[in-house]
C-alpha cells in the first residue's frame, strides 16, 4: 500500500505555504473533537461541549464535591466501580506484583534508574552563597534550594502500559528529594491494573497509587480529595483532557508543560542510512498520533526514505497506527541546504530532534529549539525514551522555544537569603533613599532610616 505522506520541496513557490500548514497542524488547539466523541460528550453531559468545558466542569466537580464527584467520572469515563477503599493501591497489591515480576524485567528497571538518577544528581542545583565584606559592613546572600513536599505523577494507561514515564517522572522528583510522590494512572490493564507498571512503582519506593486517570485525575490531586492529599504540583503526559485539565488548574499547583502528540524532526544528510531514518520516523509515528519530519538537503534521500518507510511498515505491529500518523502529522521536506534545513528545525521547535549527518556538532550549533537532540547515526530516539538519563518529559507543539523538558530541578523551590549587619545597611542606605523617592515609597525609605537614627 502506497504511503501518501506530504512532501514540500523549499525550491519550489508554494513551500512556505505548505510549511506554515504543517506548523499551524502540529499546534493543535484542543478543541477538536470527532463526531464519535461529540456523541459521546452529548450521551455524558446532555450537550455537545467542547473538551475544554468537558475539563472545566470535571474539575469544577471535582473541587466542589470531592470524592463523590471522583468516584462518579470514573463511573461514567472509565466505567470502574471504585470505592473510597478500592481507589488506592493497596501496599499487599503493589508487593504481589513486585514478587512476581520477572526478574530481568527489574534488573532492567534498576539499571535506569541508576542512569537517570546520574543525570539527574549531577545537574542539580545547589545553595549558592555571595559574602561581600567591607571592614565591618557584612553582607551575605543566599540562593537556597529545598524540595518541594509532594508531587503528582500522571501516567497514561488506555492503549499501552508505560513503565518508563514511571521512572522518568518519578526518579528526577527523589533525586531532588520530594518526599511524597503520588501516582494516578487510568484503571485499565495497561494501567492501574498492569503488574509491570505496578512492580516498577513498588521498586522505585512509591507507595501512593492511584486508580484515576483523565482530567478528575488531574482535578484530585490539584485540590485533593477524601483518602487523596492535594500536591505542590503535577508532572507527566496524558491525552488531550489530561492536558487541558492541567492547564485549567495551574496556578493552583504547579504544572511540568501542557503536552500534545509526540514529535521527532531527523536531520540527514548524504551519510544517514535510509533504513535508520524510516525507523526513526515510524518510532514516534507510533504514538499515534505523532508527527514525524524529515529534513534533508539531498534528494536522494527523500525517495530512499519514503521507499523504506512503506517497506518497514508493512512488517511493524502498529505499522497501521504509524501509517495514519505519517500521513496526518508526517512530512518530508527538501531544504535548500544546512542553513534552511537548521532554520526550519528551529521554526517547528520539535520535542525530539535527531541529527543524522556525518558531522551533528557542526549542526547542532545551528540549532537552538528542541526538547531533546539525540547525535550521529547510532542515537535513536528510544534510547532517550527508556535508557540514556535525561527524562522523556519533553515539551511539545512549538513550545520547545521557550519550555524546557522535565529535569530534578524542577522539583525544587528556591528561596533568596538576604543577611546585612548595620554597618552595610548604611554602606546601601543612599541606593534605598534614592529609588525610594524616585517611586514616592516614603515607608521604604523610613524603614532604612528609622534603623540609622544616632
Not at 24 to 30: A, F, M, N, R, Y
Not at 65 to 75: H, V, W
Request: proline content about 5%; glycine content about 6%; hydrophobic content about 40%.
Amino acid at each position: 500500500m502506497p504511503l501518501h505522506i506530504k512532501t514540500i520541496d523549499c525550491s519550489q513557490g508554494d513551500a512556505a505555504r505548505q510549511f506554515a500548514e504543517l506548523r499551524e497542524k502540529l499546534s493543535p488547539q484542543g478543541n477538536v473533537v470527532s463526531e464519535a466523541g461529540r456523541q459521546r460528550t452529548i450521551e455524558l453531559f446532555g450537550a455537545p461541549l467542547t473538551p475544554q468545558q468537558v475539563v472545566e466542569k470535571i474539575c469544577q466537580d471535582v473541587r466542589s464535591r470531592g470524592l463523590e464527584a471522583l468516584l462518579e467520572y470514573t463511573r461514567k469515563l472509565d466505567r470502574k466501580e471504585l470505592t473510597a477503599q478500592t481507589l488506592r493501591v493497596s501496599k499487599q497489591e503493589l508487593s504481589a506484583a513486585h514478587a512476581q515480576a520477572d526478574p530481568k524485567f527489574l534488573e532492567t528497571i534498576r539499571r535506569i534508574r541508576e542512569n537517570v538518577l546520574e543525570f539527574q544528581q549531577a545537574i542539580l542545583s545547589s545553595d549558592v552563597v555571595i559574602r561581600r565584606v567591607v571592614d565591618n559592613a557584612r553582607v551575605e546572600l543566599r540562593q537556597r534550594y529545598l524540595p518541594l513536599k509532594r508531587v503528582g505523577i500522571c501516567v497514561p494507561g488506555g492503549a499501552a502500559a508505560y513503565p518508563s514515564t514511571v521512572l522518568m517522572t518519578a526518579v528526577p522528583a527523589q533525586a531532588a528529594g520530594v518526599p511524597e510522590i503520588a501516582v494516578v494512572v487510568p484503571p485499565t490493564q495497561y494501567g492501574a491494573y498492569n503488574s509491570d507498571l505496578l512492580a516498577t512503582c513498588h521498586e522505585l519506593g512509591i507507595t501512593e497509587v492511584y486508580r484515576i486517570g483523565g482530567a478528575q485525575a488531574v482535578a484530585a490531586l490539584a485540590y485533593g480529595v477524601e483518602g487523596l492529599p492535594r500536591v505542590d504540583k503535577i508532572v507527566g503526559p496524558g491525552n488531550l483532557f489530561v492536558a487541558l485539565a492541567k492547564r485549567h488548574v495551574f496556578g493552583e499547583v504547579d504544572i511540568d508543560s501542557i503536552a500534545g502528540p509526540s514529535e521527532v524532526i531527523v536531520l540527514a544528510d548524504e551519510s544517514a542510512n535510509p533504513a535508520y531514518v524510516a525507523s526513526d520516523l515510524i518510532s514516534q509515528a507510533e504514538h499515534s498520533p505523532g508527527s514525524a519530519v524529515l529534513i534533508t538537503w539531498h534528494p536522494p534521500l527523500m525517495a530512499a526514505v519514503q521507499q523504506e518507510l512503506e517497506r518497514q511498515l508493512e512488517r511493524l505491529e502498529r505499522g497501521d497506527l504509524a501509517r495514519q500518523s505519517l500521513e496526518d502529522y508526517g512530512a518530508l521536506i527538501l531544504a535548500r541546504g544546512e542553513e534552511e534545513a537548521a532554520r526550519l528545525t528551529d521554526e517547528l521547535a520539535t520535542e525530539h530532534l535527531h541529527i543524522s549527518t556525518k558531522n551533528p556538532d557542526e549542526l547542532l550549533n545551528k540549532v537552538q529549539n528542541a526538547g531533546a537532540i539525540f547525535m550521529g547515526h547510532y542515537t535513536p530516539v528510544a534510547l532517550g525514551d527508556y535508557v540514556a538519563g535525561p527524562s522523556h518529559v519533553l515539551p511539545t507543539g512549538g513550545t520547545a522555544r521557550f519550555a524546557n523538558g522535565l529535569c530534578a530541578n524542577d522539583f525544587l523551590k528556591r528561596s533568596s537569603v538576604i543577611r546585612y549587619n548595620r554597618e552595610a545597611l548604611a554602606l546601601d542606605a543612599d541606593a534605598v533613599r534614592m529609588i525610594a523617592d524616585k517611586e514616592g515609597l516614603t515607608a521604604h525609605r523610613a524603614s532604612v532610616d528609622i534603623r540609622l537614627q544616632d
